[in-house]
C-alpha cells in the first residue's frame, strides 16, 4: 500500500516526491512513474515469499498492489481504466465472439480517442490515457482469444497455431480479469501479454520453482534498464529537440543536421527501452515471463526460457541495417499484437500492402490524434515498402552477394547503419513533436529529406535500377 501512503502524503504536501522530481530535473507524474516501474520489483519479491504458496491469495495480491499504482499515479482518475474492464465483463456474457469483438474495439479506441481530446496538450503527458492504451490493445485481444474459443469448440480449422496458444474457451472471471489488467508490472507501460498466460501463471503451469534461474535473468535485465536509462538521461542532454526546433539548426552543416537529428531521434528510444527492461526485469521476478524450453547449445539438456514478456531485442537493435530490424526489435509485443490481431485479421482484404497500411492507420490512431503520429506510421509505411522492393532486387544480385563476401562488407556495413540511424531521426520527430508546426519546421531545416530519397522510389528510382540491373552486356 506504498502507493496509497504517498498519495496521502502528497494531498498533505508532505510527500518527498515533489522536492525529488526538482532535484533530479524532471516533473512529478515522470518520478511517480519511474517509482512505480521500480516498485514492481520489490512486490515481485514480496510475493515469492509471502504471497505464492497460497492460491487464493495470487490474484487478490495482483488486484491490490495493481490498484494502489493506479491510485498513486493517477488518483480518482483511475475510475476510467475500470470502466472498460467493467464494460467487457458484461459484454462477454452477452454477446458471441464477433460481436463482442467489434463492442470492445469500438468502444474501447472511442473512449481512448476521447481521453486524448481532453487530456492531450504539446508536450508529453502522463495521464490516465498511458495506461488506457495498454489496457486498450489487451482487452481488443481478449475479446479476440474468446471468438477463437469460441470457433475452437466448433472445430474451426482456420486458426492458427498462434491462435491456438490464446485462445480461451472460458471467460474470465471478474477478480481474474481486474488482476490482468492491474498487474503491477505491466500496468502503466506494458509489455501486454495474453489473458492465457496470465492465466496459466495463476495455475501453476510455469516453473517457478527454478527462482535461482530466473532471478538471474531478471537482475541482468533490471542492470540493463538502468543503464539504458542513464544513457538516456546524458543522451538527451547532448542531443535536444529544443535545439533543432531554433534557428541556430538551420545555420549548421545540412550533413549535421542529419546526423545529430538521428542520434537524437537514437537516444530518445532509450527512454521507452530503459522502462520496458525495468518492466521486463520485474515480470521475469515475478515469473510470469517463462516462454517454454529450448535445448542448451552446449550439453543439449533442455532450459527454461523467460523472454515471454520481452518488449526490446537489444543486439537487433542496436546493430539494425534497415527499418525492418527496428521493427523486429522495438516494441516486440505491440508488435505481435499489431500482426495477430489487425494485420492477420484483414488477410480478407486480399492485399498485403493495404493490410499493412490499415495496420499503421489503426496503430497511428491508438497513439493519438495528433498529426504527428500520423506522418512517423506514414513514413514507416512508405520506407518499409521501399526497402522490400529494394532488396528483393538487389539481394539476387552477384554484386551484392560478392560485397557482402569482401571486405567491402565493413564500409557497407558502415552506410547502412548511417542510413537506420539518420532516417530514423527523420522519420521519429513527428512523433515526438507531435504538432504539425513543431515537424515542418524540422523537416524544412531537413530539406524534406525523407520523401526526397522515399517518396519517387515506386516511379523514379526503381525503374532505373531494374533496368540497370536488368541491361544486357554488350558483345
Not at 524532471?26 to 514492481?40: G, K, R, V, Y
Not at 496458444?165 to 480479469?177: D, N, Y
Not at 504539425?436 to 529529406?449: D, G, I, R
Request: charge should be positive.
Amino acid at each position: 500500500m506504498w502507493g496509497l501512503v504517498l498519495s496521502i502524503l502528497g494531498y498533505m504536501n508532505i510527500s518527498p516526491v515533489p522536492y525529488l522530481a526538482s532535484c533530479v530535473g524532471t516533473t512529478e507524474p515522470a518520478l511517480n512513474l519511474l517509482i512505480s516501474i521500480l516498485a514492481a520489483y520489490p512486490l515481485a519479491i514480496v510475493y515469492h515469499q509471502y504471497i505464492n504458496q497460497n492460491n487464493k491469495l495470487r490474484n487478490i495480491y495482483f488486484v491490490i498492489t495493481g490498484l494502489d499504482m493506479a491510485f498513486f499515479n493517477f488518483g480518482l482518475s483511475m475510475i476510467h481504466n475500470l470502466i472498460p474492464a467493467i464494460v467487457i465483463y458484461f459484454s462477454t456474457m452477452v454477446l458471441p465472439g464477433k460481436f463482442n469483438v467489434i463492442l470492445t474495439l469500438v468502444f474501447n479506441m472511442a473512449y481512448l480517442l476521447i481521453g486524448y481530446v481532453v487530456t492531450e496538450s504539446e508536450d508529453y503527458d502522463i495521464t490516465w490515457t498511458m495506461p488506457h492504451c495498454v489496457l486498450t490493445l489487451k482487452l481488443i485481444a481478449l475479446s479476440f482469444d474468446l471468438w477463437d474459443g469460441e470457433k475452437m469448440l466448433k472445430g474451426d480449422a482456420s486458426l492458427s497455431e498462434n491462435n491456438k496458444k490464446t485462445a480461451l474457451v472460458k471467460s474470465p472471471s471478474f477478480l481474474e480479469l481486474i488482476g490482468f489488467i492491474y498487474f503491477p508490472s505491466c500496468f502503466l507501460v506494458g509489455p501486454i501479454f495474453s489473458f492465457r498466460r496470465y492465466y496459466d501463471y495463476l495455475n501453476d503451469k510455469f516453473p517457478l520453482h527454478e527462482t535461482e534461474i530466473y532471478d538471474k535473468v531478471a537482475m541482468k535485465r533490471f542492470l540493463q534498464g538502468l543503464a539504458y536509462l542513464a544513457a538516456f538521461q546524458i543522451g538527451v542532454s547532448v542531443f535536444n529537440m529544443k535545439f533543432m526546433l531554433s534557428e541556430e539548426f538551420r545555420e549548421v552543416n545540412i550533413f549535421y543536421r542529419h546526423i545529430y537529428c538521428g542520434l537524437w531521434a537514437h537516444f530518445a528510444l532509450y527512454k521507452y527501452i530503459s522502462c520496458w527492461l525495468l518492466t521486463e526485469a520485474s515480470c521475469i521476478r515475478f515469473g510470469l515471463s517463462f516462454n517454454g524450453f529450448e535445448k542448451n547449445k552446449d550439453d543439449g539438456k533442455l532450459e527454461s526460457r523467460w523472454d515471454g514478456c520481452s518488449n526490446i531485442k537489444l543486439m537487433r537493435f542496436e546493430f539494425a541495417t534497415k527499418f525492418q530490424h527496428y521493427i523486429d526489435s522495438f516494441n516486440c509485443n505491440t508488435n505481435h499484437f499489431a500482426a495477430e490481431y489487425i494485420y492477420k485479421r484483414l488477410k480478407f482484404l486480399g492485399n498485403r500492402n493495404l493490410s499493412q497500411f490499415f495496420t499503421l492507420l489503426f496503430l497511428a490512431l491508438w497513439h493519438g490524434i495528433r498529426s504527428g503520429y500520423y506522418m512517423t506510421f506514414f513514413n514507416e509505411f512508405i520506407i518499409i515498402f521501399m526497402e522490400k522492393e529494394f532488396e528483393s532486387i538487389v539481394s539476387k544480385t552477384s554484386t551484392y552477394q560478392r560485397l557482402w563476401a569482401s571486405y567491402f562488407k565493413y564500409p557497407l556495413y558502415f552506410l547502412l547503419k548511417m542510413y537506420t540511424i539518420v532516417f530514423m531521426g527523420w522519420s521519429l520527430v513527428p512523433f515526438d513533436v507531435k504538432v504539425f508546426s513543431k515537424w515542418w519546421t524540422v523537416y524544412s531545416a531537413l530539406y524534406f529529406s525523407g520523401y526526397i530519397f522515399f517518396l519517387p522510389w515506386a516511379f523514379v528510382y526503381k525503374p532505373i535500377l531494374v533496368y540497370f540491373i536488368r541491361k544486357p552486356k554488350s558483345a
